[in-house]
């Protein structure tokens, strides 16, 4: 088989980073090039597979089952596999007795603020760690990615204390100020722009006069901006499930979604189907932006991870 | 030098009059000093908003941790402290809830991270094969990644209900008999630990995936040219070539390990939930944490609790540390 036989479509040629284009839409750039030498998946493989999917959606969509039966359904033997009549009576009712109409509120206010204020100054943050020349930088960077060994929950008792003196306990500020920043995000967006932001357009607003800010404002937010979608989205994941601090400081009277879900299990009289409609509830926006944006979250953590 | 761009960007007005050549000067020479204060101070000024939140949110309590530990305070009235020295750690050393703690939190936090990370890796290898609906395979395993702590262990602790649970009622199906999943100490962690598992998996195999593709395809090559199996190859090519990654992993685990808190908490079914079971049989750390502040209103000696998880982790690494270099010593 000569060369002039093979498919048109192999491989383009490698240009140099200079030559490459700046893409502006999408998160396909934060997808590498493959390295390592691919196998194509035999039947094994796609079994295997198969099975791993099959084990990662059945638990959510047997919550959709025993949400949408009633109680003395879904505690009979053997349990049941398809969806009942009742999903959206449950709905409603987790909805109404569970808060959840609140703690839905609360959870989107809270995930909503945290994504976007980590993500401007994960942005702000990485472009100075990324293009910037500074005393003690490299030191600096060392000390964000020192932070992200730190466990956020061992200050969890000062942090109460400093909450009821501020009289933010009960309150969301007390769940959005401490998690305003993501050493994570610092780091992913360092890594990003370090790839695909050319020196040379930082070098020419510069030579333009142009002061940081605006170099910042008008050269590197176009250029960050499919990476910072991607940061909010992880950001806003990790603030809508997190649970150990909002439950906490919160109580049942101003809960987020994850706390108010522990309200729907702590009585003694278990109305199960009521509180697997209350679970599938605080599940659906996430699991809705996933299907919708699976693709760039998938890229996003492929991207901030440690590669070597 | 300014051209027209120039003042576009930086927003000035166009000169009126011409200025004299002192004026230009000086104008000349503080825009010079703006330009150095700026390419000197705006980087500082970037990372600063950072530096500043983790000083106030998460270093100083932290720090202060350490000092509310040496003191007894109530949770009722948290502005009064009473300094009581070392008390709180020796009555936590002699507290055989602690060691039940401690003992719980290192069980589960095995049986938990080992096989996730295992199964990560075989997980990663698989998406790692050219294929159709490669995405949808990605996909799939990040949706646990996106179920919440609570909505994950709501549903685990009902798949492991002892009367109408779907595991005992599978086990039954081929003749074994019920296990009380909550009641007993190894079937509660191994319950626990399985939420853990499926939450994480995915999210690590993504990550062990991303690195093994930064692997350069001619160390592929030249282990085939020496005639090395495929499964050779996993072992001598692929493992060593995603190492940090795998460190990275065990590092994030170990710490997510010791933090564990919302699924004990939830698969206690209320009441049962702070202590972990009725005998503390699946109490961890964090839930001895929360039980010494939040239940029994003692604020230092659950500063007591995080300082020694904190002490745990420290030794957890310095004991990686260790490993390490008599591994290097040895080899």
Redesign the interface.
Known sequence: MTIHSLPARTKTPDRTPAEKPVRRRGGRRLL?E????????GPL??V??AV??V???F??Y??MV?ASTDNTR??????PFLPGPNLFSNLARAWDEAAMGKAMINSLIVAGVIALSTVM??T??G???AK???KG?NV?LM??IG?M??????????????M??LGWSQQLPAVI?????S?VG?FFMRQYLSEALPDELVEA?RV???????I?W?IVLPVARPAMAVLFMITF?HA??D??WP??VLDMTNPT???A??Q?????V?D?SL??A???L??LP??A???VF??Q??SG???G???? | ???S??KA??GEEPPGAPRTTGGERTARRRSAL??RL???G???A??A???V??AA??????V??SW?SLHDVELAT?DVMEWVAFDNYVELWGDSRFWNALQNTLTIGVISTVPQLLMAL??AH??????RAS??????????????????A??????FER????IN?AL?AVGVDPVNWEADKWPAQVAISTIVI?RWT??NA??Y?????????DR??AASLDGAS?WKQFTHV?VP?????IV?TI?LST?GA??L??EP??FG???N?ITGGADNQYQTL?LL??EE??KNYQ?GR??TV??A??ML?VLAFVAQRLIKRLRSRTS
């Open positions: 590498r493959r390295a390592g030498r691919q196998h194509h998946a493989a796609y295997l597979l791993m999917a084990l990662s959606i638990p959510l047997w919550t025993a879904v505690s009979q033997t053997p349990p100054f994960a702000l943050a472009f100075a760690f910037l020349k500074f930088r600096l000390l964000v932070t060994l730190v466990p956020p929950q061992l200050g969890v008792v000062p942090l109460f204390m400093m009821s003196e100020f401490p998690t305003l920043v050493a610092v607003g333009d006069g142009a002061h940081s800010l605006r910042f008008s994941v809508w499930n649970f150990f439950f906490v979604v994850p706390v879900l522990t729907l299990s702590a009585g003694y278990r199960q509180i697997m209350g679970a599938l605080g599940t996430l699991l932006m996933f299907i699976g693709r979250i998938v953590i492929m991207a991870a440690v590669k070597g | 030098m300014a051209t761009t120039t960007l930086a703006l330009h700026d390419v000197k705006a980087p500082f970037f990372v908003p950072f530096f939140v983790f949110f998460s270093f100083y309590p932290l202060y941790t509310i948290l075989g997980l698989l998406l790692n094969y050219r294929m995405l949808f395979f990605r996909v799939a395993s990040l949706v646990p990644y996106a179920t919440s702590v609570a909505a994950a709501l549903v685990f602790t009902m798949i009367d109408f649970g779907m009622w039954g499926w995915g999210y993504l990550l995936l991303a690195a093994m593709q930064a692997i350069p395809a592929y090559e495929r692929t070539g995603i190492r940090s990654t990275f590092v710490i010791t933090q808190f919302g908490l939830i079914q209320g009441p939930g964090g944490l929360y502040g939040w604020m659950s500063a995080a300082w998880m904190f982790l």
